[in-house]
């Protein structure tokens, strides 16, 4: 534990503080740490209001990597965040890829905004059988008004098998790249939504290394998707340290089973027909019954289990299957006073609007402030079963926390949260991310006792939170 610094007494002694407010370390409950990684080192569509501002950003992205090998058999152009809904709503093809004669002989696999679906480019397709194979059950290939993309199970089954397969060094770098951007939005701890055991144990590695910056809540994800797979577990250390591995930042938060797809991609399984596609009503990826069985093997066998529901079928498959017993990063983007913004005005924190208007989406839905970071903090915690030891600053819990410019809860619209700068970000007692802003230095007196006082009273009144001082002569 982290002590205070004794409080100078005399004109000669000082003290030097950051000049922010403190707030309880920020728990990101839903995110994909290693695909967050490698998304940092692909080509970000986000936004891309054309196919022609996709090659675009292709050709950047080449352009910057020159002579680096991208495009070739082994070492694919990834990318991440197309959305059909700015192509017309009609989904794109391989061949709108090879509209650019540079970008027609390469590998490319580009992630759909809700990675749920990849555009795969002509080089690519070739590598399949012609014509192309069935879509499995729980999954669809897009072929109207050409072929490329594979959704779900189909991605899963058809591409990712063929997709050159990173090695332990590449998922490091991209488990510590991930980790460094999080700290720098004030992430202290993250849940991961589904992790391959092999995935698992790099972490494992890390975390008796010394080399977590964060603290890390991990779902298993069965190697073969959707399955009760406990032979493939008997290598994890993880499962025989109930508390976590290295000082308890890597911890075991069940396992993960997805029921369908997602809403922007037409795989969320519905009971009604879609409005803009009344032929579908999308997809279970495992089906009822199989949902059930599951559910009840890794329950039984005492792991928490965790469902992907999005449509309202999925959603009842889920209820269902878990009364039997008695009894959901880089989709968006991961700074969480970006998400407080957003649930406490109902705007999206990159237009300032929202499909209703000002007003906000359903403004009905609206969170104060207050709730929305005890949503990120406290609340966060509790739902890993570690609201006695952390989301909240108080003695005798884990020292995580995050230096900010402002008093976020001064503004009581959260309008404001869309601005918020993080200045340090402080895991188990160690910074692991600073914007070297300035530092105050008060001498002893009554200048450093009105600012002592006035943050002790906001402390109290507003999160229960301490001040580490650290003491200069």
């Not at 959305?83 to 090879?98: C, E, H, I, S």
């Not at 340090?424 to 160690?430: I, M």
């Not at 991310?433 to 009144?461: C, F, H, I, Q």
Request: charged share 25%; glycine share 10%; with cysteine.
């Amino acid at each position: 534990m982290a002590q205070y610094a004794e409080v100078p007494t005399t004109s000669e002694e000082s003290i030097t503080y950051l000049d922010g407010w403190t707030i309880p370390g920020i728990i990101e409950s839903h995110g994909h740490h290693l695909q967050y990684g490698e998304m940092l080192e692909s080509v970000l569509l986000y936004d891309a209001k054309s196919m022609k501002e996709v090659r675009g950003r292709i050709g950047e992205f080449l352009e910057r990597h020159r002579g680096e090998g991208y495009g070739t058999r082994g070492k694919w152009i990834r990318g991440i965040g197309w959305d059909q809904k700015y192509f017309g709503g009609v989904m794109p093809t391989a061949a709108d890829l090879a509209v650019d004669p540079l970008l027609s002989d390469l590998y490319m696999m580009l992630d759909r905004v809700d990675v749920h679906c990849v555009l795969t480019s002509q080089k690519v397709l070739d590598l399949l059988p012609n014509p192309l194979p069935a879509a499995p059950p729980g999954g669809f290939i897009i072929t109207d008004p050409g072929p490329g993309v594979f959704c779900d199970n189909a991605m899963d089954a058809i591409i990712n098998p063929i997709a050159p397969k990173p090695d332990v060094a590449q998922k490091t770098r991209w488990f510590k790249t991930a980790m460094a951007e999080l700290n720098k939005v004030g992430v202290t701890g993250a849940g991961d939504a589904g992790m391959r055991p092999q995935d698992i144990m790099i972490l494992e590695d890390m975390a008796v290394k010394g080399e977590l910056s964060m603290r890390l809540n991990v779902m298993i994800e069965c190697p073969e998707r959707n399955t009760y797979c406990p032979l493939d577990l008997t290598d994890l250390k993880l499962l025989e340290a109930p508390r976590g591995m290295g000082e308890n930042k890597l911890i075991l938060g069940g396992v993960k089973i997805f029921a369908d797809g997602a809403l922007g991609s037409r795989g969320a399984a519905l009971l009604e027909p879609y409005s803009d596609m009344p032929d579908t009503r999308g997809v279970m990826l495992i089906n009822e019954t199989a949902l059930k069985a599951v559910v009840a093997d890794w329950a039984n066998a005492g792991f928490q289990v965790n469902v992907h529901a999005i449509g309202d079928r999925a959603n009842r498959a889920a209820i269902d299957a878990f009364e039997m017993l008695g009894s959901d990063f880089p989709v968006e983007p991961p700074n969480p006073f970006h998400g407080m913004y957003a649930a406490v005005t109902r705007l999206s924190p990159a237009t300032l609007d929202s499909p209703s208007g000002k007003g906000g989406w359903y403004p009905e839905e609206k969170l104060s402030v207050e709730q929305a970071l005890r949503g990120f903090t406290s609340n966060g915690a509790y739902g890993w079963f570690k609201e006695n030891e952390m989301g909240t600053i108080e003695v005798g819990k884990y020292a995580d926390w995050v230096v900010v410019d402002r008093d976020i809860l001064a503004d009581k619209s959260g309008m404001s949260l869309v601005d918020v700068e993080v200045r340090e970000t402080w895991v188990g007692g160690a910074k692991v991310y600073s914007s070297n802003a300035p530092e105050v230095e008060v001498t002893g007196g009554k200048g450093w006792r009105s600012v002592l006082s006035e943050w002790a009273a906001w402390s109290r009144d507003v999160i229960n939170g301490q001040m580490w001082w650290m003491r200069t002569s």
